[in-house]
Every structure is written in C-alpha cells, then in structure tokens.
C-alpha cells in the first residue's frame, strides 16, 4: 500500500507560481512512476505530467513550458512546479503513483488549484 498526501494548492492571480508536493509513505518511493493528473467540474481526470522512477518526463501539451514535474527519492516526494497560470489551469490536482509489475495504481486525496483575478 502507498499513501500519498498533495498540498501546495490555492487561490493564485492569472500569470503566477505555485508549488504542489505529494508526499509517499507505506513502501518504497523510488519503485513508483510518479504523476499528476487534474480534474475540472464536468470533466475527465487528465494527465498533467508523468515522471518515471529514472527520471524521464513527459507532460500534457497543455502545459509545456510552464510546469516542471521532479520527485525527490530520498524525501518519497514527486513535486509540480506550476508557472505561468492561466485560469484554464483551475482544477484539483492529484498526485498519483504507479507501477507495472505487480500492477498497482494509488491515488492521493486531491488538493484545489484555483486561478483567477
């Protein structure tokens, strides 16, 4: 079992930062894939950026450029680096860890991004 545990979300004008943090604990952190995905009221959960447990990212067209995804193995965290917010980028964020072999998928509690003036 993996617990994951985001903050960092809140109420920020069009154009600024904020930093989300997911905290793992319940079993080895550099095992794990790590994610964020988004989810705005009435639609689908979304992929926002992936990095695997070497290290290689990849992030949704939506975002590039503006949001850096890395994870500290020795600190069990997966960062998101959000700059240059725009208020399509509202939504509750969720931090998400994964792998293959055995399958598992966990899912943290969400945490609310708002933008806007």
């Known amino acids: 079992q993996v617990q994951l545990v985001e903050s960092g979300g809140g109420l920020v004008q069009p154009g600024g930062s904020l930093r989300l943090s997911c905290a793992a604990s319940g079993s080895i952190f550099s095992l794990y894939d790590m994610g964020w995905y988004r989810q705005a009221p009435g639609k689908q959960r979304d992929l926002v950026a992936r990095?695997?447990?070497?290290?290689?990212?990849n992030y949704a067209d939506s975002v590039k450029g503006r949001f850096t995804i890395s994870r500290d193995n020795a600190k069990n965290t997966v960062y998101l680096q959000m700059n240059i917010l725009k208020p399509e980028d509202t939504a509750v964020y969720y931090c998400n860890a994964g792998r293959s072999v055995p399958r598992q998928v966990y899912w943290g509690q969400g945490t609310q991004v708002t933008v806007s003036s």
């Open positions: 990095i695997t447990t070497i290290g290689s990212t």
